[in-house]
């Protein structure tokens, strides 16, 4: 019932309904899905009444006829359907009055949407709704694309046929007709995905670095921007996270670019789906606990599936690179993909029968590349920068991935064995991930740590420089829940650090206040038998490094887990300017302004 007047309004009985622009975690294509809240959020009876009425809805509406999917988690039920790819917003309103109808909401009603009281009235608004959404044009350009086996790129703005330098972009009101395309100069370019729960950066700058190396005038997106380059010269165009689908659709749409490696992350792949429908190249580098509670996703075989969703993208003549020690990506991964194409750190991990296919991991010491024929020498590891020595051993999976993936995508061995042996020299290679500077007697690691895999990784890398006393710093996002805060916490204590410096990620609240989540890794702390005294807590991160260095002594080691840019930018200046500047333990720390 309506509340009376006065009264507030009852908060709606779903959460995060959204489109789905793209392939998605539910099914390939487009459509919409919804997270279900309150007490009936479980319930059989409910959840049958609206796969009723959305079915209903869709057929009301001349939809093609597809199950929906009902997936019920720990915290609600997601429910989702496919939807023509301009309709998309009257997908949401069929899904939201749908559900709240099934439950007996009847406050969300407004003029113009449907009312879930009332189906007969409901379904003329729908159709309404759709009617004012529907663009045939733009539809029957997606189903030419198609019998021409071209990928397309349509949102909000704009249809691409075609990407990079062989494709063409049209206002969604300057559509030409089918038959006006110049279909015979529109392409593809070579693509690749890259997600997985650690190690999606650098895979992606690493791909990127070897195609450019190749030749190819090419574009990458990841947690740090979107950029575009060639081998002599690389652009940032836009500072910020750029792993989700709109990112990628902006490089896909630029006519100067040749090939694309994007970032792809979770949050992108549960909110929208992907960008690319045609790739040649997804690479899943692991699966582990991380983003737990958001869009029904409670365990790591949730998140896996989440990940697994770049598989949807391979094209017939692609492959899927996984990585065979992560042992959900041993089970699950061979089903999602036709051509399957594994990497490993140790070679002894290789599945038995992947041996006549590609595959890239390490043997006495040299990484090895076999292209199911014949086994290539890329290099001794410990000759590798981005190794360190052979001791960063996630950076040996990274590299591994990345030299796979690349290869597929027709990178020459003597390219990828020559970008091996430098990238990761300049600290302009690989900004944030894995940096370490060395003066005064003190070894700094900067890098992107941010859950327990990470963060273990890194402290292995610092316990093996390790001759003093050992520093970190410690912060979460605010989309975590608190088992997973202390879980990192946890990880922290495991290596007996003498200093922890607590702190908030700049900009990555997320719902909580400042300090919040600082207080939960605290408490942890003190819990697992830390001192309040090695405890000090600095919110923003830039204060919490020039903490530890304050802190610092001759034979330390500073771990230094830095996540926003403009964070990462000034800790970098300062490390730099102090390793230039003969700067000494005790000595005053400069006061700097963030680096560009």
């Known amino acids: ?38 007490a009936q959020a479980r319930d059989p009876i409910a959840l049958a009444a609206w796969w009723m009425r959305a079915n209903a809805a869709r057929e009301a509406l001349g939809w093609p006829t597809t199950e929906p999917v009902v997936r019920v988690h720990r915290s609600g039920t997601s429910l989702a359907f496919v939807a023509p790819a301009d309709q998309l917003y009257a997908a949401t309103e069929i899904n939201e009055w749908a559900w709240c109808a099934s439950v007996g909401f009847d406050d969300f009603h407004a003029p113009g949407h449907p009312a879930a009281h009332d189906t007969t009235l409901a379904l003329h608004t ?17 189903d030419a694309s198609s019998s021409h086996a071209l990928p397309a790129l349509f949102d909000d703005d704009a249809l691409t046929l075609g990407l990079g330098v062989h494709g063409m972009t049209w206002a969604l009101d300057d559509v030409p007709a089918a038959d006006d395309v110049p279909w015979p100069r529109l392409g593809t370019i070579p693509a690749a995905l890259v997600t997985g729960s650690n190690g999606k950066t650098t895979t992606v700058r690493l791909i990127a670095a070897m195609l450019r190396a190749h030749g190819l005038r090419t574009a990458h997106s990841c947690t740090d921007g979107l950029f575009v380059g060639d081998a002599g010269a690389i652009e940032r165009l836009e500072s910020g996270d750029y792993s989700g689908p709109g ?7 630029r006519t100067d670019v040749e090939a694309a490696v994007l970032e792809t992350a979770r949050g992108g792949l549960l909110r929208r789906g992907l960008a690319l429908a045609q790739a040649d190249v997804a690479v899943v580098a692991n699966i582990s606990a991380d983003h737990f509670g958001e869009y029904g996703v409670h365990s790591v075989e949730d998140l896996a599936e989440v990940k ?15 990585n ?20 490993a750190v140790d070679d002894t991990a290789l599945p038995a029968d992947a041996m006549a296919l590609p595959r890239c991991a390490t043997r006495d010491g040299h990484l090895l590349l076999d292209d199911g024929s014949e086994t290539h020498d890329l290099g001794a590891i410990v000759a590798m920068p981005i190794t360190l020595g052979g001791r960063a051993r996630y950076n040996i999976a990274n590299a591994a991935g990345a030299a796979l993936a690349a290869s597929l995508m027709g990178v020459p061995i003597a390219t990828l064995r020559a970008v ?18 060395t003066f005064a007697g003190i070894d700094v690691f900067l890098d992107y740590a941010h859950n327990p895999d990470g963060l273990g990784g890194l402290l292995d890398i610092a316990q093996a420089h390790r001759h003093g006393r050992l520093a970190l710093l410690l912060g979460q996002a605010g989309n975590r829940e608190d088992a997973q805060i202390r879980d990192l916490a946890a990880t922290a204590a495991r290596y007996a650090p003498d200093l922890v410096v607590v702190k908030d990620i700049d900009g990555y609240l997320r719902g909580r206040t400042a300090g919040e989540v600082a207080q939960v890794i605290r408490q942890e702390l003190l819990r697992l038998g830390m001192p309040e005294s090695a405890l000090p807590v600095r919110l923003r991160e830039a204060d919490a490094a020039r903490e530890a260095l304050a802190w610092a002594r001759s034979g330390d080691v500073l771990v230094l887990p830095v996540h926003s840019l403009d964070a990462k930018a000034e800790v970098a200046g300062l490390l730099d300017a102090l390793e230039a500047g003969g700067w000494r333990p005790g000595d005053l720390l400069p006061s ?5």
């Open 1 to 38: 019932m309506i509340p009376p007047p006065g009264e507030p309004p009852r908060e709606p009985p779903f959460d995060d309904s959204r489109r789905l622009t793209g392939s998605n975690v539910y099914f390939a294509g487009c459509g919409a899905a919804l997270e279900t809240l309150g």
């Open 126 to 142: 729908l159709q309404r709704f759709a009617a004012a959404e529907r663009r045939p044009r733009v539809m029957a350009l997606l």
């Open 247 to 253: 990112g990628a659709r902006q490089l896909l749409r």
């Open 308 to 322: 697994l969703t770049v598989a949807r993208a391979v094209s017939a003549e692609g492959w899927l690179v996984l």
């Open 324 to 343: 065979a020690e992560d042992p959900l990506l041993r089970r699950l991964g061979p089903e999602r993909a036709p051509r399957i194409a594994w990497f």
């Open 420 to 437: 091996l042996a430098d990238f990761g020299r300049s600290h302009a290679d690989n900004p944030g991930r894995l940096q370490r500077w």
């Open 592 to 596: 700097l302004p963030a680096s560009t």
